[in-house]
């Protein structure tokens, strides 16, 4: 979209019901899952990545810190003529691969507050055009983003509560073909095969009213016409598995749990409290 490809969303709202102009930006794209697993150098990591960056948009960085190389090429790329649009995708995962080695996890996120560190002053200055930090794990502001106070977070504003799902508006409407084959497949009526593919997975809740399907689910499961977990079958978060076994936690526990905004905002590597991990992961029903 900052790239300004328009054609790619002429039939999506934006592209229909706004008058968004799709300016072009200059894009840098951070996605910590295509590290790889477990990355052990991850400064090193990041380094190369925008040293490359630095290749593509032809500027010249010094071989300084992680920080320095990251602000000097936001700076040089948004003094060139526009802003820089910085997406960080996932940023969590090299410390969240950790979770059961508390010290390799200390040095990733003491990484992760070195890069993200020039972010406020680069907005501030007006090099930054847009910045959209997505992950699993909502971590403090003053573990990793002490420098960074000024971000909004969307984790459970009513902004983005049915931002990452789909309705059961948005299913019934989007998926009319689909679900005409499935009762078919399924030799039922149209009321039953909703209830259960709701049952399966509409279990999704970011402010405890409105209910969201798991998109890769669906799309999974109109595919096949079967009735699995798709979700957790592909991103089984191990450390989950992993506390609860170590702290010996009977599921069956915590059902029925409530906790208050608060809650969320205390999470740190040093409390691994299993019912934050159990929200973070996407595990719960609400």
């Known amino acids: 979209m900052f790239e300004g490809k328009k054609e790619l969303f002429k039939d999506l709202y934006i592209g229909k019901s706004t008058d968004y102009d799709f300016g072009q930006f200059p894009v840098l794209q951070f996605n910590f899952a295509k590290l790889g697993h477990r990355v052990e150098n991850l400064e090193a990591e990041l380094i190369n990545q925008v040293e490359r960056y630095a290749v593509a948009f032809e500027v ?36 969240i691969d950790f979770f059961t080695e508390i010290e390799k996890a200390k040095i990733n996120q003491s990484v992760l507050r070195d890069f993200f560190s020039p972010l406020k002053d680069l907005d501030a200055k007006g090099h930054l055009r847009f910045l959209f930090i997505t992950g699993v794990s909502k971590f403090s502001k003053v573990s990793l983003f002490s420098d960074l106070n000024n971000l909004m977070d969307l984790s459970k504003a009513p902004l983005a509560s049915d931002l990452l799902g789909m309705t059961q508006i948005e299913l019934e ?8 084959i499935g009762i078919q497949q399924f ?30 689910s669906i799309l999974t499961s109109f595919t ?30 915590l059902e029925q749990i409530k906790v208050d905004n608060y809650f969320f905002n205390s999470f740190s590597l040093e409390e691994l409290d299993i019912v934050g991990l159990l929200y973070q992961t996407g595990i719960n029903s609400v």
């Open 187 to 216: 030799k039922t009526n149209r009321t039953k095969f909703l209830k259960v593919v709701k049952d399966w997975y509409n279990g999704y809740s970011y402010d405890g009213e409105i209910t969201l399907y798991n998109p890769f």
């Open 224 to 253: 096949h016409f079967r009735f699995d977990n798709y979700w957790f079958e592909t991103g089984t978060p191990t450390f989950l598995v992993e506390t609860i076994r170590k702290q010996y936690i009977n599921p069956r526990e």
């Open 173 to 180: 409407a989007s998926f009319e073909e689909r679900i005409d």
């Open 60 to 95: 010249q960085i010094d071989k300084t810190s992680l920080p320095t190389r990251f602000s000097t090429l936001v700076q040089s790329i948004s003094e060139r003529g526009k802003p820089v649009v910085s997406l960080i995708d996932e940023y969590d995962k090299p410390i």
